[in-house]
């Protein structure tokens, strides 16, 4: 079962997953390059990584690529939380161990952490 994350407790697990770990925690947008430049969340604390949800099983590696591995802390994020969940669902399958999905996605996030985003 992977973790669901409200925006509103984000800061928290960002910190948490920031603690003692050798990179930043990672927000894995899913969602494709029109939704991304709709409405972004602004990295801060974290690294943001664009990755559509068709092209993740290609770019496994890129993830990886990092001195935590599969070890990274990494949210998943779409615009309502369904897309971001399956992939949350298949980092876990492919070995990540520190993966939480956003739930409600960035709609939620422009809800409850940051209402400049715009909502679509």
């Known amino acids: 079962m992977i973790p669901q994350l409200s ?9 948490n997953a920031a603690e003692g770990a050798p990179v930043l925690p990672v927000v894995l947008d899913v969602r494709e390059p029109w939704e991304l430049q709709t409405a972004s969340v602004k990295a801060d604390g974290f690294r943001l990584v664009h990755i559509p949800m068709r092209e993740i099983p290609d770019r496994l590696a890129e993830l990886r690529q990092t001195e935590a591995g599969t070890g990274q802390p990494i949210a998943c994020l779409c615009h309502h ?22 739930q409600g996605g960035i709609d939620a996030w422009s809800q ?3 209402p400049a985003v715009p909502k679509y």
């Open 7 to 15: 925006p509103a407790d984000f800061a928290d697990w960002r910190n």
């Open 81 to 102: 939380g369904m897309r971001s969940l399956q992939v949350a669902n298949y980092l876990t399958q492919s070995g990540f161990t520190e993966v939480v999905n956003l």
């Open 112 to 114: 409850q952490v940051d």
